[in-house]
């Protein structure tokens, strides 16, 4: 594995990723990190998907834990984590142009995890909005880059050498790894979920189960008095980030806005 410590081309902290998710938390990261109190003992992510905050961070805690019911979303992550080389070589094979995107799209068959890793990276990574449906391209940049992918392959499987990889349903995560010093940041499906790209949850029961925590949750959801009153005993903060789409007449970013919902 290659070691990044004297590397000048490193990703910078803030910045590092690996895959577009709809409903990922790039915008919101640094206020979320605010958040995190630094006396824990473990840092757990019941629903990772993009890893955002996750990655935000070097280290966040002595025992992290990554989760997602996803398995392609499990499986990227563990190829990345133990066989980044592999990874690396099976994108080599990949041209980053459209007629690939659609081959892969409707076509292409993975036989091995390796292949279903690179498959669904490339999907991700040079779809429209990370939502795998179209090709994405630009009328004021250029194409995207296979080499800057590669590249962060290599930082992420830094950055995951000690988490847990795990692909349980939230609700077992939740029992498995409650403790005191604990701590849980949350993104789960949000409760009007217009993409349609998650599959649904049971808000009440999330709620339940929150309830019952011996440690500590921050919980990101969408403002919605539905959420306020499910959630009216704990500390509820209003957010709003600049949404990835609309502008508004006056060229701005148009706000969207949010809760953070914490227990402590």
Not at 6 to 19: F, I, M, P
Not at 212 to 238: A, W
């Amino acid at each position: 594995m290659k070691n990044f410590k004297d590397d000048k081309k490193r990703v910078k902290r803030e910045k590092l990723s690996l895959v577009n998710w709809v409903g990922g938390k790039s915008q919101l990261r640094k206020t979320i990190a605010t958040y995190i109190p630094e006396d824990i003992t473990a840092y757990i992510e019941p629903f990772g998907g993009a890893g955002w905050v996750l990655f935000y961070k070097s280290k966040w805690a002595s025992c992290e834990v990554y989760n997602d019911i996803n398995q392609d979303l499990f499986n990227l992550f563990n190829i990345v984590k133990f066989h980044p080389e592999a990874l690396e070589k099976e994108l080599e094979f990949i041209l980053p142009i459209r007629s690939q995107f659609c081959h892969f799209k409707k076509n292409f068959t993975a036989l091995t995890d390796i292949q279903k890793a690179a498959k669904f990276l490339f999907l991700l990574s040079f779809s429209y909005a990370g939502k795998m449906d179209a090709f994405g391209y630009g009328k004021t940049r250029g194409s995207k880059s296979l080499e800057n992918l590669k590249h962060r392959i290599y930082e992420i499987s830094y950055r995951l050498e000690r988490v847990y990889l795990e692909n349980l349903d939230y609700l077992d995560i939740l029992k498995r790894y409650d403790a005191v010093n604990s701590f849980f940041y949350l993104d789960p499906p949000y409760y009007i979920d217009s993409v349609k790209v998650y599959e649904t949850i049971n808000h009440f029961n999330l709620a339940e189960s929150l309830k019952k925590l011996q440690g500590r949750f921050l919980l990101s959801y969408d403002n919605r008095p539905e959420i306020k009153e499910l959630y009216k005993d704990f500390n509820v903060i209003e957010v709003s980030r600049p949404m990835t789409f609309g502008i508004t007449k006056f060229g701005k970013r148009k706000e969207y806005k949010e809760l953070l919902i914490k227990n402590y």
